[in-house]
DNA sequence: TTGGTTGTTATTAT
DNA sequence: AATAATAACAACCA
């Protein structure tokens, strides 16, 4: 699930229900979410702190406070969610943060790849985020065209390249890719001003829907809603969809409209 | 049982 | 040095 806009979402959840908050409990449920941290040590360094304004930056998660700062990774499953104690505790909750107004703070991922790290201070936060390309919803023009400037390979791999720039993941690269009628395998040196223009388009007007929605939207219009349909056609032209297969990842195309 | 899944990372190959 | 392909991670579903 948790691609930029999806993150995007859990930031607002976590202003809306810790930012200013004090943490009275940490209870982890499962550590297998938690990374270079333990179970102990983040209940020790987290009870009786105040959370600060969460930010995010790509996929990640920051939720700093008068302490240390958190960093969240959702992984392909990860959610955040806010919640009274008295609401049951689901079998993928892994970790509770109950703060002093009572509520709870809930970190639910079904398949643990990522999870949550803890930064001693805003230094630590700045090495964990090093490797990231810029945020793609803050990339302007002029600044993605020079990103893809000499850049080898593929556009799907160079937009889903984190280092590059970070928060596309593989459902919003092939929609972009889709909006934009550009192959996902073009190499983009051979991509035209105009197509990379349009590609930077199609990410702003996506990221833009997207990042409303709270996740990308599988609405029949787009191609995200009709890529898992049996046998998927094209919202454009109603040919059937190609599908393949790039950076290990699936991939969606049309044959017709993208080229 | 097999194959597939919106995440990253390590390893190997090109 | 960059990129690409692959498996691994973990849990579940069809």
């Known amino acids: 699930m948790p691609e930029l806009p999806d993150v995007e979402g859990f930031r607002g959840v976590m202003e809306r229900c810790a930012a200013g908050r004090r943490v009275d409990d940490v ?14 040590r983040l209940r020790r360094e987290l009870r009786g702190r105040r959370f600060g304004t969460p930010w995010r ?53 079904q398949r643990k790849l990522q999870g949550v790290r803890l930064a001693a201070d805003e230094a630590a936060v700045e090495r964990m985020l090093a490797d990231l390309g810029p945020d793609a919803q803050e990339l302007d023009r002029s600044r993605f065209l020079r990103l893809m400037a000499g850049r080898r390979g593929g556009i799907k791999s160079a937009l889903t390249d984190q280092s590059l720039l970070a928060g596309l993941g593989n459902l919003l690269a092939d929609e972009i890719l889709w909006r934009a009628r550009v ?9 035209g001003d105009d197509e990379l223009r349009r590609v930077h388009a199609a990410m702003g007007r996506v990221l833009r829907s997207s990042v409303r929605a709270g996740r990308v939207p599988d609405r029949r219009g787009w191609l995200t809603g009709r890529r898992d349909d049996a ?15 790039t950076a290990g990842r699936r991939t969606v195309w049309c044959e017709h409209c993208q080229s």
């Open 231 to 245: 046998a998927p056609v094209c919202p454009r032209c109603g040919r059937p969809l190609a599908s393949g297969r």
């Open 183 to 191: 192959r996902p395998d073009r190499p983009v040196r051979d991509l």
């Open 57 to 109: 930056h790509g996929k990640q998660l920051v939720t700093p406070s008068d302490g240390p700062a958190l960093v969240w990774h959702f992984g392909m499953t990860g959610e955040l969610l806010c919640r009274t104690p008295d609401a049951a505790v689901e079998a993928h909750d892994r970790v509770l943060i109950t703060l002093d107004d009572g509520r709870q703070l809930r970190y639910r991922d």
């Open 27 to 40: 209870e982890v449920r499962d550590a297998g979410v938690l990374r270079g941290v333990s179970a102990r």
